[in-house]
């Protein structure tokens, strides 16, 4: 790009504490008005999982999830937290807003504690870079994406509109870093099957350690861009060389 146009490209632009450790405070955007007083309880759940055991799942601050998707979900985490599953070890963290709380089946917060923490809102980051985080169930928002990428979270890419499908292309199919599920014909509703199938690939299936070994591959290609040095920090002081 830069070869046919005069652009320099910089990112990721997440915190540096997230990245090159350059500005070991450089933790948060600077949204100082969100309430960080239930972090430290998600953190505390965390530290209680198993490294690698915690699915994810957050949809951004936008998507409005039908009904029907809400169903499939919950069901699928419940067949997770189900006695007979219970060996597997796997745990859910759910980033579900307030106002779509009323969509969840009766008493499912209740009869999934032991296994779920279902919550209005977390610090991401904070989350993906927790070691008990295997996979990360994302609408593939751009900023999710990024930050999955830089941290090393393999993605089960459930998109929903715009920019989204072509990020949930390059997760599963050019970066491989994640797959993508299958969306059936009933109005766009990704099944419990297939979020099943989805997770097994990510946590168990063939593509397991290709999964993970190319997250961390652009995990590393992230931090050593930001670095002194690297091809962002080269281009961002580029910038300020030519217009100071």
């Not at 600077?30 to 759940?45: A, F, P, S, V």
């Not at 965390?46 to 499939?72: C, W």
Request: proline share 3%.
């Amino acid at each position: 790009m830069g070869k046919r146009w005069p652009i320099k490209t910089v990112g990721p632009t997440i915190p540096s504490a997230y990245l090159e450790g350059e500005l070991e405070d450089d933790k948060s955007y600077g949204l100082k008005h969100l309430k960080m007083e239930n972090n430290g309880k998600i953190l505390e759940w965390l530290d209680t999982k198993e490294n690698g055991s915690v699915i994810y799942i957050s949809f951004g601050s936008l998507v409005i999830l039908p009904h029907k998707q809400v169903d499939e979900l919950t069901n699928f985490l419940k067949n997770i937290t189900a006695a007979a599953a219970t060996a597997t070890n796997l745990s859910f963290l759910w980033v579900l807003r307030e106002s779509e709380m009323e969509k969840l089946p009766n008493n499912f917060i209740q009869t999934t504690s032991h296994k779920g923490l279902v919550v209005n809102w977390c610090c991401q980051l904070q989350v993906l870079s927790h070691s008990a985080v295997g996979c990360f169930v994302t609408h593939c928002g751009w900023n999710s994406t990024i930050e999955a990428l830089s941290l090393g979270v393999p993605m089960v890419a459930v998109p929903q509109w715009i920019d989204q499908t072509t990020n949930a292309k390059f997760v599963a199919d050019v970066w491989e870093v994640g797959a993508r599920v299958k969306i059936g014909s009933d109005k766009g509703i990704a099944t419990k099957e297939e979020l099943e199938a989805s997770i097994q690939s990510v946590f168990g299936g063939d593509g397991k350690n290709r999964i993970k070994i190319n997250s961390m591959k652009l995990m590393k290609l992230a931090k050593e861009a930001m670095k002194e040095g690297g091809s962002s920090n080269k281009n961002i002081q580029q910038f300020v060389d030519s217009i100071i």
